[in-house]
């Protein structure tokens, strides 16, 4: 990923996360290959972003986590969205929209000079 590519990524991290537990419990692993599905490979998140981010959110009270066994039969810690984090991504939803409606206007603006 460009350099580019992965500063965006970073700055909507906690957004793709959350909407990526809005669909069920999931491990780390599993968020990531859910994000890079679902992007068309396009964004990849990578494990020294995911995981910080994943105890900050937890230490917020966004999500919440539990061991369990993946589908290979190892251990995992899996993460589920809580009350607080549907409150959360909502938030974070509106903030998205209302910051891609303000960068469409700067994109599409032209100046017409005299």
Do not use: C
């Amino acid at each position: 990923m460009t350099k580019a590519k992965n500063d965006a990524l970073q700055g909507s991290l906690r957004l793709l996360v959350l909407k990526s537990l809005q669909q069920g419990s999931m491990h780390g692993w599993g968020i990531t290959l859910h994000i890079e599905g679902v992007s068309n490979s396009i964004l990849r998140v990578e494990e020294g972003s995911l995981y910080p981010a994943l105890h900050r959110m937890e230490q917020e009270g966004w999500i919440a986590s539990e061991w369990g066994l993946s589908e290979n039969n190892r251990r995992a810690r899996f993460y589920r969205l809580t009350a607080a984090g549907r409150k959360q991504l909502a938030a974070e939803e509106t903030n998205w929209h209302e910051i891609n409606h303000a960068v469409g206007l700067v994109l599409n603006f032209s100046s017409i000079k005299a």
